[in-house]
């Protein structure tokens, strides 16, 4: 990767979430504990999908590959916020910043991908219920998976591409905790708007196809459970996707806000920020352990198993 010339800054200064030691005493216990139970939460995750014989199905496929990329996501972004809040250094290098925008945008597009591909399991599930292990095949669903990956580190990799070939000097002060690309376009001297005509488009392509995919599904979704005449049979429909549209809203609500809508460089940017980089990664595990009959049954074994041999 051509880094361009950046011989006038080597360097920026992240921003401070506080100035008062107390508090930022407080974030750093916060976001340790945010952290901490998003890794037990999605690892519990992954363990759980692959010991249990019950959880080996093609929706389970997809939450296992959604838990490896929420780790991926938050570790990405918090140990560096961590390390932010405890060390009196706030510099990031460069190309440390770049590496950071690649792996960032890299695992959010794939996790946008991933939660369209969700839903399509999630219609073929409700409406096609019959030929739902025919259509969900072992090489439909790896595809999809594989197709996210791809597609969310392409275009990844193109946005870092541009932006390692803008030139930084003068204001090197970061207005963002982390480093994320809509970020780095105030910091540049030199022209940005191919960058940002790039950044919308891709991101605009990006969002355009998932939710294109997303609103199909729940648009049949939601007609086929309107027409079972049966309540039980209505909400028993309805549970299999409460979860997957509760962490729908979440990440594509604040991703959006962030890197589509235009930046205003005030706190709401921060707050969508930590929406999608550490809460969404935290919620995920946790929405669908708690709503999720099966995932508790395999948990409850799990336990009794590890308690008989003790």
Not at 71 to 90: A, E, F, I, Y
Not at 242 to 248: A, E, K, Q, T, V
Not at 254 to 274: C, E, K, N, Q, T
Request: proline residues 3%; aromatic residues 10%.
């Amino acid at each position: 990767m051509t880094l361009g010339n950046h011989s006038t800054i080597a360097e920026f200064i992240l921003l401070d979430l506080s100035t008062d030691p107390q508090t930022r005493a407080l974030l750093f216990v916060l976001f340790l504990g945010i952290y901490f139970v998003t890794i037990m939460g999605n690892m519990m995750m992954l363990v759980l999908i692959r010991v249990d014989s019950q959880l080996h199905s093609p929706m389970y496929f997809f939450l296992s590959h959604l838990s490896f990329i929420d780790l991926c996501l938050s570790s990405v972004t918090v140990p560096k916020m961590l390390h932010k809040l405890l060390s009196q250094t706030k510099s990031v290098s460069v190309e440390g910043c770049l590496a950071q925008v690649f792996f960032v945008f890299a695992t959010v597009g794939t996790e946008a991908c991933l939660l369209a591909g969700m839903a399509y399991d999630r219609y073929t599930a409700i409406c096609h219920p019959l030929l739902y292990g025919q259509i969900m095949s072992k090489q439909l669903c790896g595809g999809l998976v594989w197709t996210s990956w791809g597609v969310g580190s392409l275009d990844a990799l193109i946005n870092t591409l541009f932006a390692a070939n803008l030139d930084f000097c003068e204001v090197h002060l970061m207005s963002h905790f982390t480093c994320e690309l809509r970020s780095l376009f105030p910091l540049s001297c030199s022209e940005v708007t191919t960058n940002f005509i790039v950044l919308i488009c891709s991101a605009i392509l990006h969002s355009l196809g998932t939710l294109i995919l997303i609103v199909f599904s729940y648009a049949h979704i939601i007609s086929s459970i309107l027409s079972i005449r049966s309540t039980t049979g209505r909400s028993k429909a309805f549970s299999t996707c409460s979860s997957h549209l509760i962490i729908l809203c979440s990440f594509y609500g604040s991703a959006f806000m962030r890197y589509i809508m235009p930046s205003s460089g005030s706190s709401l940017d921060l707050f969508f920020s930590v929406v999608y980089s550490v809460v969404t990664p935290l919620i995920n595990p946790l929405v669908y352990s708690l709503k999720n009959k099966e995932v508790k049954t395999a948990l409850k074994k799990v336990l009794q198993k590890g308690l008989h041999l003790k």
